[in-house]
């Protein structure tokens, strides 16, 4: 073998293992407490994002831990952190500076709600109505998008269910969450679905897995192909379809429009 033949395949095998010392990086896993996303049940995680991550660690033959914690918590360990995935974000130009990501998992629609009987004088103001106090969760696409759209966001949560609580309590008069996110909320509250409103959708976006901007590419490569594979293979379809409705289907399973 001459040498320009020895030193390509010892280029090859050292890109080999260097990708599977890669694969081989521990994560750590967070969910954010957002049920029906991610959250705990008999002190285990589960939730569509839990249950799409652990199946990709099955088929990569990882089982690294999944931690519940609070939103700011693990937006802040990310963005200051090696080696740090986040199970359910969606991505901004200002979270683009310090995560990627992997995806699309499912379709969040960032919606206004109210209280059912103050939902038809709010309709009737129309735009005025962002005027009125807001609510959203701290440091989330949901406060985001409310502030990009214009309403007076006055207070931030730690919680979607601390969110719903101070809508019904009066503490605020509108409430911007998740669809798939406040409905469950309410519930856990002990209102009926009945007792609150949506007043309107602000927009609808792909949620995805995040990586913090350090963990090797390998690995976010690795984590992105598995998930087409669940895609393509009807895992993935089996997963969405226990958690959510069709319309939440990531933007890559959706029917084009007719």
């Not at 095998?13 to 599977?20: E, G």
């Not at 901004?92 to 499912?106: D, I, K, M, Q």
């Not at 005027?131 to 990009?148: T, W």
Request: aromatic share 8%.
């Amino acid at each position: 073998m001459n040498k320009a033949r020895r030193a390509v395949l010892l280029l090859a095998l050292s890109c080999q293992w260097a990708s599977a010392a890669a694969l081989d990086t521990p994560l750590r896993l967070f969910g954010m407490d957002s049920r029906p996303v991610s959250y705990m049940e008999d002190g285990k995680p589960t939730g569509i994002a839990v249950e799409l991550a652990q199946e990709v660690q099955r088929r990569l033959g990882r089982n690294d831990p999944i931690q519940i914690v609070p939103w700011a918590r693990a937006q802040t360990v990310a963005q200051y952190e090696r080696n740090v995935m986040l199970l359910s974000i969606v991505p901004t130009p200002e979270r683009a500076a310090y995560l990627v990501f992997a995806g699309p998992l499912f379709t969040a629609h960032i919606s206004v709600f109210v209280k059912a009987d103050k939902a038809e004088a709010l309709r009737a103001l129309g735009n005025d109505a962002y005027r009125l106090r807001a609510g959203a969760r701290r440091g989330s696409i949901f406060s985001h998008v409310a502030r990009r759209e214009g309403l007076n966001v006055t207070d931030e949560t730690n919680s979607s269910d601390l969110g719903v609580r101070m809508l019904m309590q009066g503490r605020f008069d509108l409430l911007v969450e998740g669809e798939e996110i406040a409905w469950p909320a309410l519930e856990r509250a002990g209102y009926r679905r009945g007792d609150m409103a949506l007043l309107r959708t602000l927009g609808r976006e792909d949620v995805f897995f995040a990586f913090s901007r350090d963990t090797p590419p390998d690995v976010v490569r690795a984590w992105n192909e598995t998930l087409r594979d669940m895609k393509r293979d009807g895992a993935f379809m089996r997963i969405h379809r226990k958690w959510l409705q069709p319309h939440q289907l990531p933007s890559d399973m959706r029917a084009p429009a007719k």
